[in-house]
Structure formats: structure tokens, C-alpha cells
């Protein structure tokens, strides 16, 4: 299996998710439907390593994650407000993941043209976050969080800021992720909105197995 | 509504304008007019004699330096401590904080009693100094630690401000790029959190300059600017010293300004 998480308990404050099983293969795209306060984001941020687990492991594709920070795990994470730095222009930010992994200036650039071409957004990288609509900023900060090539990209309600509208071109665009043959998990409580994207569902929190 | 209801609204919404205007205007004419006073009771070449009296410049320069360098360095220290009061809560925290904000609360002359007993040869710091050569009462090291012990709390307090207005989401986004906790500060934290830090800094620096009570006590001399205006009026009177004050005065003024001009920006 790509992904395995066994018996994940992970808190915060009073709040207690889990025992969480979960197993994934490769290219696979999960989506996980559970309403508000579900502690889904919890989820999503304690498989990134921002948050320690207080039980069980995580691993991806072979490498056991759990005590790893995260910086050292294959795995992004795509945030709901998406959360771009306000004082770097596009293309800085998606270059962010290159620039702390020390690649060379030449490699960034390159990567910057390749996933703005990919994405669409070519005309967007010398421009301010702030300066940019919704649907613009979920575009650049989707190829800030693939631009070093996670294995596992998270996504936590991606759509929910997005207009009705948008949300049609948005669902392309994560089809569009996922078929470079990154797995993907996405989490939401609009069971709508992963139509005919997600090629697995799961209600949250999942029922554990053990 | 009846309009004689509106009217009366209108009405006390005006006398208390008026009254709030005018109670206002009493305590910006408190603060402008005895500097107003002072600048119009300047005799020209008073004034032109003081800003070439080279006393006067050195001491200006002096006090300039060493508030500028406390600064500095004491930003080494102070940014980290600000950040995890920003970021962190331990135990004790509280008193941390009231620590902090001490040398704003007591007399700074009393500091300067505090400062001399650590700073002089009978403590640990002044006798290793001293064994290496370098008396510390009376230097402009004693000067630097007089004036970063009184303002640094305007440093900490501002740059922790700042920090905590930074949102934690755009750090926790960094880690997961792959940024390290100290690329997360100076690439994230810092830069967002510039406008407070600076103008921590600029407080810290303005206050620092502005120090009397603590620094004559410490070091009388090498005199720096408050200490040198104090002597002027002790020895010659108010005449003499006025025009050091008012050069002193404009200088700090432009400090001042530059600072609220690059917060508004």
C-alpha cells in the first residue's frame, strides 16, 4: 500500500480524533466527507507532521512518517484559505519548496514556468497574493504545494472558498493533479462538491478497524 | 421620529463635540507650549554657537551611537524572547511578561542604583572587566547598558505584537514546504512582522537617546546629551541650557517623524 495509517490518535485540547485506520494506493484519490468539527483538518495537518500524533503511525510510500517533521515528509498540504505569503509575488511563492530545499535558481525558475504553464497562471507571476480572486489564488498555491513533487498532497476543503461558479474549473484542476500521479486525500463536509472526482469515499472520521 | 427628537440628538451631539474638542485642545496646547515657548525664547547666535560648540555635537553623536548599537544588539536577544511570547505559552509566562515591562514601572534613577551595583568592580561583571583592563562605571558600555535596560521593553512589546498578528497558518504552510523553524522566521514571521519590529526598534532607539536618570548615575561622564543639558543648567543656568535642549529636541523630532512616516506608508 502507498499510504497506511494505523490506529491514529491525535489531539488538540479537549478534542480526541481518532483510533484512524486508513490505506491507500498509489494515484488514488480519497475523499473524505464529514461534517464541521469533525476534526478532518486536525487530520490532515497531524498526517503533514505539523501536529504530533499521540498514537499510532503513518506511513508513505514505504517511509514511516510519524516522528519525521515535516519538512522530511513526501507529503503537501493545500490549506483552506490556502494561506499564500502576502509579501512575495506569485512566482516567489510557488518557489518557496525549491528555495528551502536548496535548488538553484535555474531549477525554480524552470519548475515556476513549467507548473504555471500547467496551471494556467503565466500571467499571474509577478503579481501580488492580495491582487489575486479566489479561484487565481487556490490555482497559485495548488503549484506552490506540488512545485517540489510530494508524493501525498492534502487538501483541506479546497473548494469551500471558491463561487459556485468556479468550483466546476476548480474540480478539473485537482483531476488534473491527481493524474501527474499524485495521491491525493480531500477533505470536505459538501459531499457536492467531490463528484465525480474522487475515486474513493470515506465518511469521517472512518470507523477503525482494529 | 419627531424631529424635535432629532433635533435634541443633533444638539447634544454637538455640545459634546464642542466639549470634547475643546477638552482636547487644552491638553495638545499643554503639550505643544512649553516647547512652543522654548524654541521662541532661542536667541539666534545662542543657538549657532551651540549646534558648533563641539561638546555639544560630540555629545549628540555620542548618545546617537551608543542607543543605536544598544539597540542592535539588543534586538539579538529581544526578538527571539518576543517570539516565543508570541508563540508559546509556558509556564510562568505571566511573570515573564511582568518582568519585561519593569523598567518601565520604576524610577529610572533607582535603575541606575541597580545598574551601578552590577556593573561596578565589587560585582562579577564589573571584576571581570576589570581584570581584562576596562572599567565599566563610567564608559560608554555602562551608557549602552543604562539605555537598553530602560527602553528595551518597547522593543520586546512591540515586536511581540507583531509576531502574534503574523497568522500561524502561513507558518504551518511553510513547514510543510519544507522550511526549517529558523527559515519559517526570517522568511515568514520576520519580514510580516517588519513594520512592528522596526518601529520597536525606532521606540527602543528613541527612548534609549532620551535616557537621563539612569545613565547620569552610571556615567556622568562621557556626558551624552540629557546628561550634558542637566550639567549646562546646573552649572550656567536655564539660558545655557535651552539651546542644547532645543538642538537635542529637533533631533529627536526627526527621528520621530521619519518613524510615523514609514509606519503610515
Known amino acids: 500500500m502507498f499510504l497506511e495509517i494505523r490506529d491514529l490518535v491525535c489531539k488538540a485540547g479537549d478534542f480526541s480524533l481518532g483510533p484512524v485506520d486508513i490505506s491507500l494506493e498509489r494515484g488514488a484519490y480519497l475523499a473524505l466527507f464529514g461534517p464541521s468539527g469533525s476534526g478532518k483538518s486536525l487530520f490532515l495537518e497531524t498526517i503533514a507532521g505539523i501536529r504530533k500524533s499521540n498514537r499510532g503511525y503513518v506511513t508513505v510510500d514505504g517511509m514511516e512518517c510519524t516522528k519525521l517533521p515535516p519538512q522530511k515528509r513526501p507529503v503537501a498540504m493545500l490549506f483552506q484559505d490556502y494561506a499564500l505569503f502576502p509579501h512575495m509575488k506569485v512566482s516567489d511563492n510557488i518557489a518557496f519548496s ?30 501580488d497574493p492580495d491582487s489575486l480572486s479566489g479561484g487565481e489564488r487556490q490555482r497559485v498555491a495548488l503549484a ?65 478497524q482494529f | ?84 511570547l508570541a508563540r508559546k505559552n509556558f509556564p510562568l509566562k505571566g511573570v515573564a511578561e ?90 515568514i514571521t520576520l519580514p510580516l512582522a517588519k513594520r512592528s519590529v522596526v518601529s520597536g526598534m525606532v521606540l527602543m532607539f528613541a527612548r534609549g537617546m532620551s535616557e537621563f536618570g539612569a545613565v547620569v548615575i552610571v556615567a556622568y561622564h562621557p556626558m551624552t546629551t540629557p546628561v550634558l543639558i542637566f550639567d549646562r543648567f546646573n552649572s550656567f543656568g536655564l539660558d545655557y541650557a535651552r539651546p542644547v535642549a532645543a538642538v537635542f529636541i529637533v533631533v529627536t523630532v526627526i527621528i520621530f517623524l521619519i518613524m510615523r512616516i514609514y509606519q503610515k506608508k
Do not use: W
Not at chain 2, 539588543?74 to 524572547?81: E, I, Q
Open chain 1, 98 to 127: 525549491l528555495r528551502m530545499k536548496g535548488k538553484g535558481r535555474e531549477e525554480q525558475e524552470r519548475r515556476v514556468m513549467e507548473l504555471s504553464r500547467y496551471l494556467s497562471i503565466e500571467d499571474l507571476l509577478e503579481r
Open chain 1, 144 to 208: 506552490r504545494a506540488i512545485a517540489s513533487e510530494p508524493r501525498l498532497l492534502l487538501l483541506d476543503e479546497p473548494l469551500s472558498a471558491l463561487d459556485q461558479e468556479l468550483r466546476e474549473d476548480a474540480s478539473e484542476l485537482l483531476k488534473k493533479i491527481n493524474l501527474l500521479g499524485i495521491t491525493i486525500i480531500h477533505v470536505t463536509h459538501n459531499k457536492a462538491e467531490i463528484e465525480g472526482i474522487a475515486t474513493q469515499t470515506l465518511n469521517f472520521p472512518p470507523p477503525s
Open chain 2, 1 to 84: 421620529m419627531p424631529i424635535f427628537v432629532l433635533m435634541r440628538e443633533q444638539t447634544f451631539y454637538n455640545k459634546t463635540r464642542i466639549n470634547f474638542i475643546f477638552l482636547g485642545g487644552v491638553l495638545l496646547l499643554f503639550l505643544i507650549a512649553p516647547l512652543t515657548g522654548m524654541f521662541l525664547s532661542l536667541k539666534a547666535p545662542n543657538l549657532f554657537e551651540t549646534i558648533k560648540d563641539p561638546q555639544v555635537t560630540a555629545s549628540i553623536t555620542r548618545t546617537l551611537l551608543i542607543s543605536f548599537l544598544a539597540t542592535l544588539i539588543c534586538s539579538l536577544f529581544a526578538l527571539p524572547l518576543a517570539y516565543i
Open chain 2, 98 to 187: 511582568a518582568i519585561i515591562d519593569i523598567p518601565v514601572v520604576i524610577p529610572h534613577s533607582a535603575a541606575g542604583i541597580a545598574l551601578l551595583g552590577f556593573i561596578s568592580r565589587d560585582s562579577l561583571l564589573g571584576s571581570a572587566a576589570s581584570s581584562m583592563g576596562f572599567n565599566l562605571v563610567g564608559s560608554p558600555v555602562a551608557i549602552g547598558i543604562a539605555m537598553a535596560f530602560v527602553s528595551i521593553p518597547f522593543l520586546i512589546n512591540s515586536a511581540r505584537d507583531g509576531f502574534a498578528a503574523v497568522p500561524l497558518r502561513l507558518e504551518k504552510a511553510a513547514e510543510t514546504l519544507g522550511a526549517t523553524p529558523f527559515k519559517i522566521f526570517t522568511k
